[in-house]
């Protein structure tokens, strides 16, 4: 069935059935099913003006949709995984009907099918590190004025801040090692800007594990001992979040020629 009014159709998620909740999706739009290869996949219709691909791009160099659109769309993602297990969309995954819907769940069954059974009792976690502040120290003032004083001081400033971040860094390789081995999956994200975080100090580690649910809590107190045992180090778990990290990106093959910007996904409300 082809969208109404030529407007584009918006994946959420695919699990192997129907999930047993009810939640609206963007724009409070209708969420449905569609059905394939044993699989289910939740689309709604796309927020209200993009009818086309040169609708969805406009959008998407809109600092303020995106971000308003994704935390939409990781609520959507959310209520579903809480039922079952999926395999979320990342933002901005959208076909033109539910034709090509269909054909991508036949197309990567066994790609999805593998996924979902990878997630399943498990979670996705995330683990952000930040350079732990302190303050830097003052040399003694030395003959020469006020002015070589100033430029001694600032020189031992920046100096302490990048030994503080580089030992910083090394303590986040040491703290992702250790919990990559507590997880099924670990996956290193880039670290955020500031700009980003609102965090005073820089991002040394953005992680992501996907952890047994037996063992979430465990989990979380392997974060708490190693945020004690690395001091320059603050550690700050995030989640529980759908398995944004774990699973196949889903969207049209590079190659086809109705391709739509936003077939290829940006990861919405995760830990990266």
């Known amino acids: 069935?082809?969208?109404?009014?030529?407007?584009?159709?918006?994946?959420?998620?695919?699990?192997?059935?129907?999930?047993?909740?009810?939640v609206t999706g963007i724009g409070d739009a209708p969420v449905r099913a569609v059905h394939a290869a044993g699989?289910?996949?939740?689309?709604?219709?796309?927020?209200?003006?993009?009818?086309?691909?040169?609708?969805?791009?406009?959008?998407?160099e809109d600092a303020e949709w995106v971000a308003r659109t994704a935390v939409e769309h990781h609520r959507v993602v959310a209520a579903l995984a809480s039922a079952a297990p999926v395999v979320?969309?990342?933002?901005?995954?959208?076909?033109?009907?539910?034709?090509?819907?269909?054909?991508?769940?036949?197309?990567?069954?066994?790609?999805?099918?593998g996924a979902l059974d990878r997630v399943t009792g498990r979670t996705e976690w995330g683990v952000k590190g930040y350079v732990r502040g302190g303050p830097a120290p003052v040399p003694e003032t030395r003959a020469g004025g006020a002015g070589?004083?100033?430029?001694?001081?600032?020189r031992a400033e920046l100096s302490a801040r990048d030994r503080r971040h580089d030992e910083a860094a090394r303590d986040?390789?040491?703290a992702h090692a250790e919990l990559a081995r507590r997880a099924d999956g670990a996956h290193r994200h880039a670290p955020?800007?500031?700009r980003l975080t609102g965090e005073p100090e820089a991002m040394v580690l953005n992680g992501a594990y996907l952890v047994p649910d037996e063992r979430a809590a465990?989990?979380?107190?392997?974060?708490?001992?190693?945020?004690?045992?690395?001091?320059?180090?603050?550690?700050?778990?995030?989640?529980?979040?759908p398995p944004y990290s774990f699973v196949p990106a889903l969207g049209a093959e590079p190659s086809d020629p109705d391709r739509v910007p936003g077939d290829a996904p940006v990861h919405a409300g995760g830990p990266a």
């Open 39 to 60: 699989l289910c996949a939740f689309v709604s219709t796309a927020p209200a003006g993009l009818s086309d691909a040169g609708a969805l791009q406009a959008r998407l």
């Open 172 to 174: 986040a390789d040491a």
């Open 88 to 113: 979320p969309a990342g933002l901005a995954t959208v076909c033109r009907d539910e034709a090509r819907i269909t054909a991508t769940l036949v197309r990567h069954a066994a790609g999805l099918t």
């Open 218 to 241: 465990a989990f979380a107190a392997a974060v708490d001992a190693l945020a004690a045992r690395y001091p320059t180090i603050t550690l700050r778990l995030t989640g529980p979040w």
């Open 1 to 22: 069935m082809a969208v109404s009014e030529g407007g584009l159709l918006w994946l959420y998620a695919v699990a192997r059935d129907s999930v047993p909740v009810e």
């Open 192 to 194: 955020q800007d500031r």
């Open 148 to 154: 070589t004083a100033y430029l001694e001081r600032r």
